[in-house]
């Protein structure tokens, strides 16, 4: 043991008593085959600093190979992606799981919508620029129009056969749109730019 101090303390003081059995314990490192490492204060130290830097290294890079991926993954919020070029909803949702074609009652209200497993993406031209959803503000596809009124408040405006429901504004104007079938209850929810 006294050789093992002599190997560990080279260059450092020398250490007694109580503090130098717990040296000789940390100092030796039984590795592969049964070979033994010794090990100063200064080595763990270091060692402990790489395994520390190496930590921060991978979650500082976590976040970033998500981003990596497209950023295709948990459900964000579907109003982010009106005012989308084609290029940034690829980017941002990945390829949609399909595509079809509406028709408006005048040829500039066409649109190409991609459907996402969440939302539907409604382009005109080159821009997102409607979004349908399955549920928005606690409201889902079915529930009655009460609930709407219910958890909206005064802000909602009852039409025939839809209501409409103002959002706070973003770089644009945006409402909300519920159709609602002959019996009241919710068939499709929009949020579009209402100056569009």
């Not at 079809?100 to 009652?105: I, L, N, P, T």
């Not at 839809?162 to 644009?172: A, E, G, Q």
């Amino acid at each position: 043991m006294t050789m093992l101090m002599k190997k560990v303390n080279h260059g450092q003081k020398k250490m007694t008593g109580k503090t130098q059995s717990v040296l000789s314990v940390w100092s030796t490192f039984p590795l592969f085959g049964g070979k033994v490492v010794n090990y100063s204060f200064a080595g763990i130290h270091n060692l402990v600093r790489i395994y520390l830097l190496g930590l921060c290294l991978f979650f500082t890079a976590l976040p970033l190979w998500s981003q990596a991926n497209g950023g295709v993954g948990p459900l964000r919020d579907p109003v982010d992606a009106i005012g989308f070029t084609l290029a940034m909803v690829y980017s941002q949702y990945g390829v949609p799981g399909s595509v079809y074609a509406v028709r408006g009652a005048e040829e500039w209200q066409d649109d190409v919508v991609f459907v996402y497993d969440e939302w539907d993406l409604y382009v005109y031209k080159d821009r997102v620029w409607q979004v349908g959803v399955k549920s928005a503000q606690g409201i889902r596809l079915g529930d009655p129009s009460g609930v709407i009124s219910l958890l909206l408040g005064e802000g909602v405006k009852a039409y025939n056969g839809y209501m409409l429901y103002t959002l706070p504004s973003r770089s644009w104007p945006l409402q909300m749109r519920f159709d609602l079938d002959a019996t009241g209850k919710v068939t499709a929810i929009f949020i579009y730019r209402s100056d569009f």
